[in-house]
Nanobody, 124 residues
Framework: QVQLVESGGGLVQAGGSLRLCGTL????GSWDTRGWFRQAPGKER?????????????YYADSVQGRFTISRDNAKNTVYLQMNNLKSEDTAIYYC?????????????????WGQGTQVTVSS
């Protein structure tokens, strides 16, 4: 059974940094694309960033471009999201997702596996 587990969320002041981790268990050797999404209270789930299996392509939402960096370690089956210069509007539950093809898409419906999410709260 495939399971995605996120960690690294927490409470941070505006301007601070956090690093999220998303580890996939139950499937190895797959050429998947991994993504990060977030959902704030009362809002729809939105795309944050995604990265291909070889890390040769990454894509970011305009709202996080230049502040967030996605990376992955395939040996550990883990994807990371380094978040710098956090703003209050970054407050949300962050979800890691996996897509079983070698293309990046921004729609949540394009991802097959999801974690339970980790809360990120940025205080102003």
């Amino acid at each position: 059974q495939v399971q995605l587990v996120e960690s690294g969320g927490g409470l941070v002041q505006a301007g601070g940094s956090l690093r999220l981790c998303g580890t996939l268990a139950g499937r190895t050797g797959s050429w998947d694309t991994r993504g990060w999404f977030r959902q704030a209270p009362g809002k729809e789930r939105e795309f944050v960033a995604a990265i291909t299996w070889r890390s040769d392509s990454a894509y970011y939402a305009d709202s996080v471009q230049g502040r967030f960096t996605i990376s992955r370690d395939n040996a550990k089956n883990t994807v990371y999201l380094q978040m710098n210069n956090l703003k209050s509007e970054d407050t949300a539950i962050y979800y890691c997702a996996a897509r079983g093809t070698y293309t990046i898409v921004v729609a949540p419906s394009g991802y097959d596996d999801w974690g339970q999410g980790t809360q990120v709260t940025v205080s102003s």
